[in-house]
């Protein structure tokens, strides 16, 4: 029980660190490969909540892993309240919550695969969703009343016609390329933290096997 609650203890902290800086973090462009306008820190550091959640879901269960993100949700509505718009903390709070649920429920109906079916299927699923729900609340025109409701101008600049990933083939609004790469950029990440998962869920199991 004491072994369980620090672990979630820690797990609290992971996560609330992991938003704190994805929060800080999306302010800031990512410049290389000239990506600065459709891409920005903060998508490579976002997709490790799942890691955390996925990790918590498999050490201490579906319940405490719950726990933990119900502690991100507050501190990601907070700290975009603190630095965006209504909008965009709706859309943050709405899409880390909604995703992060829908990443333990797949978590859970996997948990028995192969090792790393679990972490890379619920990380697919749940990034697809919170691409989704908070590029389209953020940006996309028919949520625009959320500003007007809250006595504020929509920002047009997302909705405009633009290159789809500024490939010159097809238009589309400027919010469904910040979209895409943003989305595979979560991806790439979430392959990537298959290698820390994995030695992270070994070093768990050798803690908990008999001397």
């Not at 603190?82 to 978590?107: K, N, Y």
């Not at 625009?144 to 010159?168: Q, V, W």
Request: hydrophobic fraction near 55%.
């Amino acid at each position: 029980m004491v072994a369980t609650r620090k672990t979630l203890g820690l797990a609290v902290l992971a996560m609330v660190g992991v938003v704190a800086a994805s929060n800080y973090l999306v302010q800031f462009p990512f410049e290389p490969f000239g990506l600065q306008d459709l891409l920005t820190w903060g998508a490579f550091t976002y997709p490790m909540a799942f890691l955390v959640t996925d990790l918590t879901n498999r050490k201490c269960g579906p319940k405490n892993a719950r726990i933990v993100v119900a502690a991100g949700f507050a501190i990601a509505v907070l700290i975009s309240i603190w630095l965006s718009t209504p909008r965009i903390a709706i859309a943050s709070g709405s899409a880390f919550l909604v995703a992060q649920l829908l990443d333990i429920t797949v978590f859970n109906r996997l948990r028995r695969n192969s090792w790393w079916k679990a972490p890379l299927a619920s990380s697919f699923f749940g990034s697809v969703l919170d691409t989704v729900i908070f590029f389209g609340i953020s940006f996309a025109a028919s949520f625009a009343f959320i500003d007007t409701g809250f006595g504020m101008s929509a920002d047009l600049f997302p909705t405009e016609s633009a290159s789809l990933l500024s490939l010159g083939i097809i238009d589309a609004p400027r919010w469904v390329s910040w979209a895409i790469v943003d989305y595979s950029c979560k991806m790439f990440v979430a392959l990537l933290m298959l290698a820390p998962y994995r030695a992270l869920l070994s070093r768990q199991d050798a803690l908990v096997m008999p001397a």
